[in-house]
């Protein structure tokens, strides 16, 4: 194209970046990307290839990771760990040499990265390499602090970190500095189809000094990283598909190590007819178009407000005509190539199979592209409103109400992000938090930085990266647990005596006491053989009854900390009116002595979360763009504790406290062998304002139980600190439905209020505009 030619139509000439270092980067290594172990070069195999999708120019061959290497890259960063984990400040200047090398070589990065994933330059350059920098920059500070602010946690140990395509060099960044900053080391592992930036990533460790075996990597594919994930590690990190977070949930089962997951997405984008809507227009080209709508927070549901909906999707289809699409090296292009041909017949296939709406697109160059797409005229339950695409389609369906929006918007099985467009504050302040969502962007889309927690809830998995609360996900508590020992069951030797008075205790749902379903129940024995009383055997029926009264008590969750303090005030007085009663129970129940100073820890207990109740703030985080990021500590939602079944008393107001002060509605199953105290506590309960189904108690064998717990669609979290060996099947069976859960594997440890704080929140980040 002439210069007269481009003054004639207007149009860009084309402005390519030079690919000739990149290219000669790849040559002078051997063309081929493979693994770093211990400090060095590993296994250098050219088992498949990584190729340049806008071009379908091979780039290099890739090694694929066997499992041995994989043990052996995992054994390097083991016989690493402990030194690196001795001084956050010497980590400090590592970290901070990386962002400074990082750098050095961004335009290198940019590059290789648009080479590898067909990714417009203007994004890599702009974005990408940018944020993967910043990170470097802010964990270098969390590891210059940890010593002196974080004096109660201590690395994990050894991460095995999986990550996808999409955003190779970032999702690095976000895996490897948080982790690294509090002392741990790792093996991440690279999509097969990206593995390049790592490559450069690791020289620049060891220009900037990383020990050997502080940062492995390990090329391969799923199986490769199936491999990680079964390996010696104490954590795996991973972000990429659904389908595969669950299975790696379902492998990491019972085994202790912890896992976080990062994972897919249907984000709405909210258009009020108050909006700015030229800028909500705009903002959804870095909603569904930036890096071709492969991000897992894009925005990718579009729900518009009934009265503009057609003004704004004329303005819509008439940016979409202005998008260039073309070769992602050229700086003035918006929309790249998409990753790989598999992904594009991925979205080409759904596409093709939907029937409902109207569909506006683009044209699209030959090879791996796919024009930005828009669908119109949507049913909220259409499977392209439900499924996560991928790609550049963008699908959209109207609203009348604020009310509708919301429901709408939470209508989805996933729970990463949600914009929301008006000039009304009021409204705008009022959506984002009924939206289930673990990010909302006020009158923009898309940001993210080191300082702010990301992730998601639902089925987009759980845990945080960014910010302080992205650091718990590399830390644990000092301190070692301790094997928990079962408590004696005591029998009679006389079979089961009849009880001449019925003392069966029943169960309590939604704030009544109910009888079992099954109507079975157990004998309770004292020390002596003598019969205490029979405790209700609840099934999966009762379970199912108790959820249903947790979700009719939601209301609970919206009650401010200074209510709740007051009520667990309220219930710490009323035990303690009736300390000597309880005392004498567990006394009898267990057959010892500590009755007494159970009952006062719990009561000292209920006092400390009533004084938390409304002290857990959340946090204002300095994003550097124009806004402010609120950290807004949540609820879970309905939390099912297994208790633990040595403290009759205590093991159930431990979780109890916590979980109601932080805003949460329980079901709690009772200790198997020492029902009686927690049936006792009903009349604590109901004489303290506790709204029905805020808190439910069960009694019945944990190990029936945990299954269907865990594996309950209204249960957003399970919780067990029971004797039974039921942390196995809690954590395989939340694998339906990606909840929390935090098990105690066989091990007793009092836990910091930090760490109940913690699993008893959500954190969920605003981000709204604040400033020049
Ligand atoms: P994927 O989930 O299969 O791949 C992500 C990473 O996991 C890659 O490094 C891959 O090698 C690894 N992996 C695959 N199977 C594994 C296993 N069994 N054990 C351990 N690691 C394993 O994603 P894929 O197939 O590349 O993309 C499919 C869909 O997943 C996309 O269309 C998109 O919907 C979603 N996705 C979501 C991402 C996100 O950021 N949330 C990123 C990438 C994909």
């Known amino acids: 194209m002439t210069v007269k030619d481009i003054f004639d139509t207007m149009d860009y000439g084309p402005a390519p970046e030079d690919a000739s270092d990149a290219r000669a980067w790849i040559e002078a290594r051997g063309g081929i990307a493979g693994h770093f172990i211990g400090g060095t070069w590993d296994a250098m195999r050219a088992d498949f290839d990584t190729t340049n999708p806008a071009t379908g120019e091979r780039l290099a061959g890739v090694t694929k990771g066997t499992e041995a290497e994989v043990e052996k890259a995992v054994t390097a960063a083991r016989k690493a760990q402990t030194k690196w984990a001795k001084n956050g400040k010497t980590r400090a200047r590592v970290l901070y040499a990386i962002a400074r090398l990082m750098q050095k070589n961004a335009r290198l990065l940019a590059v290789m990265e648009t080479l590898d994933t067909g990714k417009p330059i203007r994004e890599a350059r702009d974005i990408d390499v940018p944020l993967a920098i910043r990170h470097f920059y802010h964990h270098a500070g969390f590891a210059q602090l940890m010593d002196d602010e974080m004096p109660d946690v201590e690395p994990l140990g050894v991460c095995g970190q999986i990550i996808p395509w999409n955003f190779p060099l970032l999702m690095l960044a976000w895996k490897i500095a948080p982790a690294l900053a509090m002392g741990n080391t790792v093996v991440l592992k690279p999509a097969e189809y990206t593995p390049m930036t790592a490559m ?242 006020i009158n923009g889309t898309n940001m993210m930085d080191a300082a702010a927690g990301f992730g998601g809830v639902r089925e987009s998995g759980f845990g945080r990266e960014g910010g302080w609360e992205g650091l718990q996900g590399y830390t644990k508590p000092r301190g070692k647990p301790t094997p928990l020992k079962t408590p004696v069951t005591f029998t009679s030797d006389d079979g089961t005596p009849a009880d001449p008075l019925d003392r069966t205790a029943k169960l309590y749902i939604g ?118 990021a609120l950290a807004m500590n949540e609820p879970i939602g309905s939390i099912g504790v297994l208790t633990d079944d040595t403290r009759p008393l205590m093991g159930l107001i431990e979780p109890l406290a916590p979980a109601l002060a932080m805003g949460n509605r329980l079901t709690a199953v009772a200790s198997h062998p020492f029902p009686l105290a927690a049936t006792d506590f009903y009349q604590i309960l109901e004489t303290s304002d506790v709204p029905p189904g805020v808190v439910n108690i069960l009694t019945g064998a944990h190990g029936d139980l945990a299954p269907h717990m865990a594996a ?41 209020s930090a760490t109940w704080r913690a699993q008893a929140t959500e954190v969920k980040t605003i981000w709204i505009p604040y400033g020049e």
Not at 304 to 328: C, N, S
Not at 529 to 536: D, E, F, N
Not at 602 to 626: N, Q, S, Y
Not at 729 to 737: D, K, L, M, P, Y
């Open 200 to 441: 450069i990533f690791a020289e620049i460790c060891t220009q900037a000094g990383v020990p050997p075996g502080v940062v492995n990597i390990v090329t391969g594919d799923g199986e490769t990283g199936a491999a990680l994930v079964n390996a010696n590690v104490d954590k795996i990190a991973f972000t990429g598909s659904t389908a595969v977070g669950r299975l790696i949930r379902e492998q990491t089962a019972g085994t202790g190590k912890a896992l976080s997951l990062e994972l897919g997405g249907k984000s709405p984008y909210i258009v009020f007819e108050d909006a700015d809507i030229d800028s909500a227009v705009e903002g959804l080209v870095d909603a569904i178009w930036f890096n071709g709508g492969q991000v897992c927070c894009a925005g990718s549901r579009l729900l518009v407000q009934e009265g503009i909906a057609e003004t704004f999707y004329a303005k819509l289809k008439a940016h979409m005509d202005a998008l260039r699409m073309g070769d992602p090296l050229d700086k003035c292009i918006d929309v790249g190539a998409i990753v790989d041909p598999s992904q594009l017949d991925r979205i080409s296939s759904m596409v093709a199979q939907n029937t409902a709406g109207d569909t506006y697109q683009c044209g699209a160059p030959d090879g791996c592209f796919y024009p930005p797409t828009l669908i119109t005229g949507l049913a909220p339950s259409d499977t392209l409103m439900q499924e996560e695409i991928f790609g550049p389609v963008l699908v959209a369906t109207t609203f009348r109400t604020p009310a509708e929006a919301v429901e709408v918007a939470n209508n989805t099985r996933y729970g990463l992000a949600a914009s929301v467009w008006s000039e009304n504050i009021n409204l705008a302040l009022d959506i984002a938090p009924k939206l289930v969502s673990g990010i909302v962007w």
């Open 511 to 628: 704030g009544k006491q109910a009888r079992p379903d099954g109507g079975y129940s157990q004998p309770v024995f004292n020390k002596s053989g003598q019969l205490l009383g029979h405790a209700s055997i609840a099934n999966r029926k009762d379970l199912r009854n108790a959820a249903e009264a947790m979700a009719a008590a939601k209301g609970w969750s919206k009650t401010s900390g200074h209510l709740r303090a007051q009520i667990l005030y309220y219930i710490g007085e009323n035990l303690s009116a009736r300390a000597d009663e309880f005392a004498t129970r567990i006394n009898a129940l267990t057959g010892g002595r500590n009755g007494k100073a159970e009952v006062e820890t719990a009561i000292d207990h209920l006092f400390t979360w009533a004084a938390w109740a409304d002290k857990h703030d959340g946090a204002a985080k300095g994003v550097p763009i124009r806004g402010v």
């Open 712 to 752: 309950h669609a209204n249960i957003d979290a399970v919780w067990s600190f029971s004797t039974s060996d039921v942390s196995k099947v809690i954590e395989a069976r939340s694998a339906v439905t990606l909840k929390r859960t935090w098990v105690n594997n066989g091990t007793h440890r009092s836990w910091p």
